[in-house]
């Protein structure tokens, strides 16, 4: 009996012990190992190869992370679904979001999340059958749509139909599998989802070309790492760790080039950022040569584009270096 | 007992028994307190938004089936209702039509014949060993892949039935004052552009739900009916054949009142288990509470203990209320005991 209570006071103290006071990249560095928060199969996100290895953009951000950490891969992969990620990152089941997380402000202000920046600039579209004779959005009056629940779409789209007094159904699947599975057995007219991941999804149709994604782009979604908030230092890492991809790409470094580039770059930034001159690494809590280790390990923002994105056919667009008329623009390393 | 008072050495075990009792109680109580607080603190930590307000939020999203009039600018708490009441209809017909189909097997399994004996066995070994969430995918897709599209629809006398669902002619009443001298009409669903249109639509998700959610719980309906038939005295049906009652007025007068005393309590059991497993529609998109709540408002707002703990209340709230309503209906039944 006395033990009972002595368990029940025990494991009351416990929980009051529950809120984190260490920060993230000190319990990361302690555990050995990055829980990274993954979609389970988004192709050219996140997939499992023939081999049992995990690839995809998503990953890759994992990866990175996991890189400028401990300059090497040791990431526990943790399957979620969009309904129960927020939980997980605030409870602390998970360090990190990479993917498929669209930064608005109340997911940034109200729900004690932070973003660390934008890694992919994409937008919500539509797939409809080719012969539908459906060619842009404004034909979709009175139709029905599948989408997966748990997502900013299904607000986007309420946003946009009810701009335009435009009547529409809609069936909120659990998952996108589910959701795509239906459209494809004929329950929908027009299937939507952020258009990167349709585009990677679309190969998995029956005969995709039966099927076209409509020119009509009915949302902005800037998505980022999403992270805990109230940890300045982890957030910063999230930020600076795709920075670097970015500025890699701009200064010209890649995954191929990097090691020569550390030994004979003669641009002062690059330097800096690979760690052969001054002390960066320290005041993100790491390694001076963590971008290097990044790049090496990873690559250049246009390593992984091209390592995931190219083969489904995706066009860089947006997410193109301000330079080629594209959004990003790295900030510098000084 | 002829003894008055209680000695003091029964008083001392009295006490001696209650006391694990108390402090486990105030075990629980204190790791209440404590989980509550905590919790609270550390929300306010990370800066999560608590309490009930976002209720009031504009939902900004659509449901698919509305009983109420909805709108994507309505508030979360109507979103809410709206869901509740799709939760409530799906458990309403559901337990309807196993209550139908229930007590029409039980009733096979007693037949003297022993063809319609054997089906009836047949039906309930089948449909209990199956787990109901693949029963509802198995309906879910033989009714959407199997049933044709909006161009080669099924039409019947006004009624339609495609992969988009099963559609009804609706009475409109355009004019209450003239109810009977032509003062409504039949509203047709007509083919439209993407669907039919006007009329009333049962969504195939919910037909999948209902049929699945009804056929698996008939089965144990109808091992609850035939133990109700089988308790009931033989002698009863042969007093009641010796009158001269036909086989109808037996059934519905003598056997089925008594055989129904046996009944209720383990049908509300079943009752209850399919309010439950009605929260199983948010594995196909139909819009329950768990897929509209736990689902879409939960990652609107972000606050999942407030929206589990709503979701928790409503089921255990509706749980109860039909588990009274039936104990009352038991109690009423009941043979009326006098005296002692």
């Known amino acids: 009996m006395r033990r009972l209570v002595l368990g029940f006071l025990m494991l009351a103290l416990g929980l009051w012990q529950t809120v984190a006071t260490a920060g993230t990249l000190q319990e990361v560095k302690k555990r050995g190992f990055l829980r990274c928060a993954i979609v389970e199969a988004s192709p050219g996100f996140s997939a499992i190869t023939d081999k049992g290895e995990r690839v995809g953009f998503d990953i890759d951000h994992c990866k990175a992370i996991s890189a400028a950490i401990f300059g090497a891969i040791k990431i526990e992969y943790v399957p979620i679904t969009p309904q129960t990620v927020f939980t997980l990152l605030q409870s602390g089941g998970v360090d990190i979001f990479p993917g498929g997380a669209t930064w608005t402000y109340l997911r940034d202000t109200s729900m004690g999340l932070d973003f660390g920046g934008v890694y992919l600039y994409a937008g919500q579209g539509f797939l409809v059958r080719r012969d539908s004779g459906i060619h842009g959005v404004d034909d979709l009056k009175n139709a029905t749509i599948c989408v997966a629940q748990g997502t900013t779409l299904e607000q986007n789209i309420a946003d946009y139909f009810r701009a335009r007094s435009m009547p529409y159904k809609i069936v909120t699947f659990a998952n996108i599998e589910r959701a795509m599975d239906a459209y494809q057995a004929g329950r929908c007219d027009a299937f939507t989802n952020e258009l990167g991941a349709m585009a990677g999804r679309m190969q998995g149709l029956v005969k995709p070309a039966d099927h076209v994604i409509l020119p009509d782009v009915i949302s902005r979604e800037p998505m980022g790492p999403m992270v805990r908030q109230g940890d300045a230092q982890w957030r910063d890492l999230a930020l600076w760790t795709f920075n670097a991809q970015i500025a890699a790409e701009e200064l010209g470094v890649t995954q191929a080039n990097v090691a020569t580039m550390r030994k004979s770059s003669v641009n002062m930034e690059v330097q800096r950022m690979l760690g052969v001159k001054g002390d960066f690494g320290q005041y993100l809590g790491l390694q001076n040569d963590w971008a290097y280790n990044v790049i090496r390990l990873v690559g250049n923002y246009n390593d992984t584009w091209d390592r995931n994105f190219t083969p489904l056919g995706l066009e860089r667009g947006l997410n193109r270096l301000w330079k080629d008329g594209g959004l990003f623009m790295a900030l510098p390393f000084r | ?340």
């Open chain 2, 1 to 340: 007992m002829s003894q008055s008072g209680v000695p003091s050495s029964r008083l001392a075990r009295k006490i001696r028994d209650l006391l694990p009792q108390m402090l486990i109680m105030l075990g629980v109580a204190l790791l209440v307190y404590f989980v509550v607080v905590t919790t609270r603190e550390n929300l306010a930590q990370l800066g999560v938004q608590s309490g009930f307000e976002f209720l009031h939020k504009e939902a900004g999203f659509a449901i698919a089936q509305t009983l109420i009039p909805y709108t994507e600018g309505s508030s979360i708490l109507r979103a809410f209702c709206v869901a509740l009441l799709n939760t409530l209809l799906l458990a309403v017909v559901s337990i309807g039509l196993a209550s139908l189909f229930g007590l029409g097997i039980g009733i096979m399994r007693l037949s003297s014949n022993w063809l319609v004996a054997k089906l009836g066995l047949i039906y309930v070994e089948i449909f209990r060993n199956i787990p109901v969430l693949l029963q509802i995918f198995f309906w879910y897709f033989v009714v959407l892949r199997s049933l044709p599209g909006f161009a080669d629809s099924f039409t019947f006398a006004g009624f339609v039935l495609n992969n988009r669902g099963l559609y009804f002619p609706t009475l409109q009443i355009d004019d209450w004052s003239a109810l009977f001298s032509g003062g409504w009409h039949l509203v047709v669903p007509h083919p439209g552009r993407f669907e039919y249109e006007g009329g009333f639509a049962l969504m195939p998700e919910f037909l999948a739900l209902a049929l699945g959610l009804s056929m698996y719980n008939a089965s144990y309906i109808g091992e609850i009916t035939r133990s109700g038939f089988l308790a009931v005295a033989r002698g009863q049906y042969e007093a009641a054949s010796a009158l001269g009652l036909s086989g109808y007025v037996i059934f519905r007068r003598i056997t089925f009142p008594q055989a129904l005393r046996v009944m209720i309590p383990p049908l509300s059991t079943v009752y209850m288990n399919i309010f439950k497993a009605t929260s199983l529609a948010a594995a196909i998109a139909y819009p329950d509470i768990v897929s509209v709540f736990v689902g879409t408002v939960n990652n609107l707002v972000g606050q999942p203990i407030e929206i589990m703990l709503l979701t928790l209340a409503t089921y255990a709230a509706v749980s109860f209320a039909i588990a009274w309503a039936m104990n009352s209906y038991n109690r009423r039944i009941q043979i009326q005991e006098r005296g002692e």
